[in-house]
């Protein structure tokens, strides 16, 4: 950590009306809609981080992730400067930031994150010309209940302003801990890309993994595409 405290800026804007999520708390849209349109990602991420307990979010740890498709970069970089400034105190990122919406649901599972963040349109095509998706995974690893998709989408409606770290940059090609201090903050903002968590996937057929749940050795985490399974 070097020099002084990064500045936590509060923005003006105004609400979309059609950022309803779908599928268990995600929101897909036209590639050129979230680069184009002004704010049109920030107020979404603002209202997923909203809709979190302030006393849940303040200091907790998320996951983000990424298919790797065009925008991700510069989406996984406001969605780090964005909860900085919310007050989510550690996000882990793997390498490059591309993660597998399983894989985001496991690691939350894993380390007890309080959520994650993928930025994903899963089987949709990418590209400027094609589809960008935000999903929100809950504490459990599960797709946003209803209950937690319809404050998101209220939040969404009315939404004013948005809390960010605009100068707040990350390596995403380095391993390693990026630590950050912020103005107004009480404890230091971590990027952690590697925390040593074993995570495996072993191709087997399906009979080993029905011993194994059957024994209460193992738990499958599917993936909910926008309200199909």
């Avoid at 950590?1 to 995600?26: F, H, K, M």
């Avoid at 930025?119 to 690893?141: D, I, Q, R, W, Y």
């Amino acid at each position: 950590t070097e020099g002084s405290p990064i500045p936590v800026l509060t923005v003006p804007t105004a609400p979309y009306e059609d950022q309803r999520p779908a599928g268990g708390g995600g929101l897909r849209r036209p590639t050129g809609l979230f680069e184009g349109q002004r704010n049109y990602l920030p107020n979404f991420i603002q209202s997923v981080l909203s809709s979190i307990d302030l006393r849940d979010r303040q200091g907790c740890t998320m996951v983000v992730g990424s298919d790797g498709r065009c925008f991700s970069r510069t989406a996984i970089e406001i969605v780090v400067q964005m909860a900085a400034a919310n007050g989510i105190g550690r996000l882990i990122i793997v390498q490059n930031g591309i993660l597998s919406t399983p894989a985001v649901s496991c690691i939350i599972r894993k380390i007890k994150a309080a959520g994650g963040i993928i930025l994903t349109a899963s089987h949709c095509p990418g590209g400027p010309g094609g589809e960008f998706g935000v999903k929100f995974k809950v504490a459990n690893g599960g797709p946003a209940p209803d209950v937690v998709s319809d404050k998101i989408y209220q939040i969404s409606k009315t939404i004013e302003e948005y809390a960010i770290c605009p100068d707040l940059r990350i390596d995403l090609s380095r391993l390693g801990r990026q630590e950050f201090d912020l103005e107004n903050k009480f404890k230091p903002f971590r990027v952690a890309k590697s925390m040593k968590v074993p995570v495996y996937e072993t191709p087997a057929g399906w009979r080993f993994f029905s011993n194994l749940m059957d024994s209460g050795r193992c738990n499958l985490c599917g993936e909910e595409s926008f309200g199909t399974v």
